[in-house]
Antibody, heavy 121, light 106 residues
Framework: QVQLVQSGAEVKKPGASVKVSCKAS????????MVWVRQAPGQGLEWMGK????????VYAQKVQGRVTMTTDASTSTVYMELSSLRYDDTAVYYC??????????????WGQGTLVTVSS | DIQMTQSPSSLSASVGDRVTITCRAS??????LNWYQQKPGKAPKLLIY???NLQSGVPSRFSGSGSGTDFTLTISSLQPEDFATYYC?????????FGQGTKLEI
């Protein structure tokens, strides 16, 4: 069965960086893009970007462009999301999700369990 | 960016009710619209993709319709496990954007 297992919660100071991992299993890693979506406490969902399995095709949301880096390691079926220059409003649960495709419609069919990143001094 | 507006933002209903949630896009986007359910403390779950396609394993009481700018999610007969927050999401153009959510309460 498809599983996405994310790394554990993090507490970071403002200005620091955080790197969250997402290990995939139960499907052919090289066949699917991955997205990262975050959710601030009590708020809605915010798409951060997507990355292909080989890590050489990425699209980032403008809001985090310049601070976010998404990478992949196909040898371990793991996707990473690194966010730098952390601010208090980066406090959120960060999710990875697999991208399914019908035609050119992307949808997010399997999700990780989420990783809470807290930015606090 | 494409703005997605859901209505209502919250909804009170009872078990057995028929419920409809609406999602309106700020520009036409064919059928590039997906629906998710999220329960507290859990990751979202895909319900409907490409406006009207039921994701595998999702009960048939869930259905989606619409194209262009107006979309609906319908639950034909609410069950206790359906009380959750629902989000629409467009994949017509990046950045992909979500609606603000509709909280379905008893």
């Amino acid at each position: 069965q498809v599983q996405l297992v994310q790394s554990g919660a993090e507490v970071k100071k403002p200005g620091a960086s955080v790197k969250v991992s997402c290990k995939a299993s139960g499907y052919i890693f090289n066949n699917y893009y991955m997205v990262w979506v975050r959710q601030a406490p009590g708020q809605g969902l915010e798409w951060m970007g997507k990355v292909n399995p080989t890590g050489d095709n990425k699209v980032y949301a403008q809001k985090v462009q310049g601070r976010v880096t998404m990478t992949t390691d196909a040898s371990t079926s793991t996707v990473y999301m690194e966010l730098s220059s952390l601010r208090y409003d980066d406090t959120a649960v960060y999710y990875c999700a697999r991208v399914g495709v019908v035609g050119t419609n992307d949808y997010f069919d399997f999700w990780g369990q989420g990783t809470l990143v807290t930015v606090s001094s | 960016d494409i703005q997605m507006t859901q209505s209502p933002s919250s909804l009170s209903a009872s078990v057995g009710d028929r419920v409809t949630i609406t999602c309106r896009a700020s520009q036409r986007m064919s059928s590039f619209l997906n629906w998710y359910q999220q329960k507290p403390g859990k990751a979202p779950k895909l319900l409907i993709y490409a406006a009207s396609n039921l994701q595998s394993g999702v009960p048939s009481r869930f259905s989606g319709s619409g194209s262009g700018t107006d979309f609906t999610l319908t639950i034909s007969s609410l069950q206790p496990e359906d009380f959750a927050t629902y989000y629409c999401q467009q994949s017509y153009r990046t950045p992909y954007t979500f609606g603000q959510g509709t909280k379905l309460e008893i």
